[in-house]
């Protein structure tokens, strides 16, 4: 469904206009994590229930593959769009064209709290994966 609104899209563009405005990869990046987690569902599925360790650590290789992808995707545009390797410019350049609560020392609060919930969320992923607390 949501590829064909895209392609209906395109298509309505292209009959309205003239020319198509073409169908980009990052229209698709909403689909990411559905995908992943139809994958690692069908994973679990497919794999049989004599092989726990196996179905875990597939499921933990898929998972910790996403986080890795998105480091490497934020990692990626923060690069392409603002090129330095200095901490307070960064902050400045992205602090001129985003929304207000994201500048400055909001910017690093946001930025702080997502690496503390992804932390988190990991902890309690490995806990639920290997079944054990960790401290």
């Not at 909403?30 to 229930?49: E, K």
């Not at 923060?78 to 909001?106: H, R």
């Amino acid at each position: 469904v949501y590829s064909s609104v895209i392609l209906f899209f395109d298509w309505q563009f292209l009959k309205t206009h003239g020319f198509g405005i073409g169908i980009q990869g990052r229209y698709f990046f909403p689909t990411i994590s559905a995908q992943m987690t139809l994958l690692a569902w069908g994973l679990s599925v497919f794999l049989p229930s004599r092989w726990p360790n196996f179905q875990k650590f597939g499921f933990l290789l898929i998972t910790l593959g996403m986080v890795f992808l998105n480091f490497v995707a934020l990692k990626t545009i923060v690069f392409a769009y603002y090129p330095t390797a200095d901490l307070s410019q960064l902050i400045l350049w992205v602090s001129q064209y985003k929304p207000q609560f994201l500048k400055g020392n909001l910017l690093i609060f946001f930025s702080s709290f997502y690496l503390l919930v992804l932390g988190l969320w990991l902890k309690n992923f490995f806990r639920f994966v290997f079944g054990r607390k960790i401290s």
